[in-house]
């Protein structure tokens, strides 16, 4: 029985982890790489205002902290708008154009 079970845990959680998947819709109900949540969490930052954005000579640069505790509502919007097509998989093509956009609005700031 044991074995059957690490076999189990091998195939489901295991193998695809190593392959490069996404995390099962395990955070916050969206399937998405660590970068993708590192991504999320720096534009949650910025969103509210703890984290600043500055242009640099290859697009934008963001700096400060962010607490998925203190404000998940600001993840949970960053979340949903990272999942342009609606299907809980925010894909790397996904978290690329909200980058670009974001870091669209941070230049516009920038040149006011």
């Known amino acids: 029985m044991k074995r059957i079970v690490l076999i189990l845990l091998a195939v489901t959680v295991l193998l ?9 819709k395990g955070f916050h109900g969206y399937a998405i790489s660590q970068t993708g949540i590192a991504y999320a969490r720096t534009y949650a930052g910025w969103l509210i205002g703890t984290v600043d954005g500055s242009v640099t000579e290859n697009g934008c640069s963001f700096q400060g902290s962010f607490s998925d505790i203190l404000y998940p509502e600001a993840l949970e919007k960053v979340l949903s708008r990272m999942d342009l097509n609606g299907d809980s998989v925010i ?3 996904e978290v690329k154009t909200f980058s670009q956009a974001i870091c669209a609005i941070v230049q516009r700031q920038a040149s006011k």
């Open 16 to 24: 695809p982890m190593v392959a490069g998947a996404t995390d099962f």
């Open 91 to 93: 894909t790397k093509e």
